[in-house]
């Protein structure tokens, strides 16, 4: 095993499969299974899953929203979605919790470092959830702070491409995938990954990316185990 300990982040479109709204209950079910078969290799997990596919706070600034206001809701959103997997997790026969950044007794157990880390060694997987509490930063931002906080091995962006391209491959058909590219390289090159301040604490706390498909089933096994597949992000 490559990788003793992650931080995998999910995005909430994601979990919307192709309705573009809402959960999908196939997609939220084979997610729990590679979780699942990840943990059962001794391999430490922590999940910071986004809010899109509910609602997204920049989103709901041109509806009228406050900006404050409208990034609490995404991160409720956030939690919902966390709920949702953990439900599932459990329900398939692995164990995990959910954790809040903001105090939501008894819907979740609020964010603390050390005991996440203790449930971590006992195989529990920790679902990270309402960003970082603050508003104006993203689920990106969430989880390359709980990567770095948690020292985790490498930071897991599960996306619905199989990699980082030069263009976005579901707009232009001549886009090549990146194998591997170096954090300097992605920003001389401009290269879309996550936001800015997501990629700068990674640079800076050399958290190696590596961005896949975690539509693939198996995808995460062959990541954990060392098999190369996805894009490698890293110094």
């Known amino acids: 095993m ?95 919790r959910v ?11 609020l964010y603390n470092r050390d005991k996440v880390l203790e449930y971590m060694n006992s195989g529990t997987i920790c679902i990270l959830a309402g960003g970082t509490g603050n508003p104006f930063f993203t689920t990106d931002t969430a989880s390359a702070l709980r990567a770095v906080e948690t020292g985790a091995d490498v930071l897991l962006k599960g ?15 001549t886009a090549v995938k990146y194998e591997s590219v170096s954090f300097t390289e992605v920003l001389e090159k401009r290269l879309k990954i996550m936001d800015s301040t997501a990629f700068s604490m990674c640079r800076d706390n050399n958290m190696p990316i590596i961005v896949f498909d975690m539509n693939t089933p198996g995808n995460l096994k062959k990541i954990i185990s060392g098999e190369k597949t996805g894009t490698f992000v890293g110094n």
């Open 2 to 96: 490559k990788y003793k300990r992650i931080l995998l982040k999910l995005s909430g479109e994601s979990l919307a499969g192709k309705a573009n709204h809402g959960i999908s209950d196939d997609v939220l079910e084979e997610y729990a299974l590679q979780i699942i078969e990840a943990a059962a290799m001794g391999c430490q997990i922590g999940i910071v899953i986004g809010g899109g596919n509910i609602f997204r706070g920049l989103r709901g600034t041109e509806s009228g929203f406050d900006r404050v206001k409208g990034d609490q809701m995404g991160m409720l959103a956030t939690v919902i979605n966390s709920l949702a997997l953990e439900s599932v997790v459990n329900r398939l026969g692995g164990n995990a």
């Open 159 to 173: 996306t619905r491409v199989d990699g980082v391209y030069t263009a976005d491959p579901e707009k232009d058909s």
């Open 99 to 109: 954790f809040t950044s903001i105090r939501m007794e008894p819907v979740g157990e």
